[in-house]
């Protein structure tokens, strides 16, 4: 979507709404459409951190008022992550709009292999050979994106054919999220980090996410909501949303709600891996649960991995994960030859495709005990264990 300049830097200066800084909107003036970018105002009340951030992202509008340069490059270029540190959110994010359909990358272990070995993941899996169904069938787990009201009513619907016992929405993210009037929304911050500064901080980090949806529930002038790839895109003014968080919409639907506030891209800290086998050993046989994060890809697909080794770990470890994979998850032992300069996914790709082994072979050494000893013991009386390999 194109926007003319002068839309396009109205925009600019109602996003500074999103951080609620009455005292930035009021010194905020329109900027005429001159026919060349106007130099950015410097904000009357500029002082704070927060108001740093927002006048960042104002002065990135007013230099591409068409929205056509990324707001993440542009950000880098100019060390514009300033306040509560480098990933702090400035935006929120619409994760996925409210209509009547199942979410983005939907899956469940019943599934059919119709995600194709092609590319670059034919150097990691085997493309002509499907994977063993062992096992698989009867596992009791899903997986999507994040998903709208709408769509988490089409999920529990369509996962109420497969079981009657209880339905656990298990949310795996880090970012503060919830509802806008039915759509799902997250604050934003470059690499989808907002919470990083929280340092793996649960009770911060829900504290944060209860502040910032509270605070859009009685916000009056207007919130910015927009889709994030690399940049912000079809922005839309949100007032005094009817808000709800994801625990709110999972009972309202009669489901069971538990969180894991993992971090993005990242292979998951010990310490939410024990948390996880803690809160599975304690499910009733017939639970189901459905993981999602916020796109169902890295950390849906990585649990959905642990749930499959956990019950089948006589199996090869590659039939695991391609089967993950060809059910539409990703491949969660994807790592990059050759990284090229700035590729910071990288080291994350690598960490999972190393750590991935080193949990399988923890599963074949305490299932048997009931993993009396914790995933993060173990891990650290087994400093040789990252040599594993797939």
Known sequence: MRYSKKSAITWGLTALLCLQLSAVSAA?????????????????AASSKAEQEVQAYYEHVV?????????VA????????VGA????GFLWRADSENAARLPRNFRTCQSPYTKAVK???TAFMNKDTAPTRQGLDTLRISGSAEMSYKEFQAAVEQLRKLTTGPIYDVDLRQESHGYFDGQAVSW??????????????????????????????ENSAGLVVARITEQAEAPKIVRKPVVQTEEEVAKSLGIRYFRITARDHLWPAPQYIDQFLRFYRGLPKDAWLHFHCEAGAGRTTAYMVMVDILNNPELPLADILQRQYMIGGNYAAYTIKNPKAGSWKAPFYAEKARMLPV????VQENKATGFAVPWSKWLASHPAAGTASI
């Open 28 to 44: 905020a003036q329109p900027v005429e459409n001159s026919g060349a970018p106007a130099a950015a105002k410097p904000l009357a």
């Open 63 to 71: 230099e591409y008022p068409k929205l056509d340069a990324a707001w």
């Open 74 to 81: 542009w950000a880098r270029q100019h060390n514009a992550a």
């Open 85 to 88: 540190g480098e990933y702090a």
């Open 119 to 121: 590319g670059k993941f």
């Open 188 to 217: 934003y911050g470059l690499r989808d980090w907002g919470n990083a500064d929280k340092k793996d901080d649960r009770k911060a980090i829900l504290r944060d996410e209860q502040q910032r949806l509270q605070a859009a529930g």
């Open 359 to 362: 949990f399988y072979a923890y």
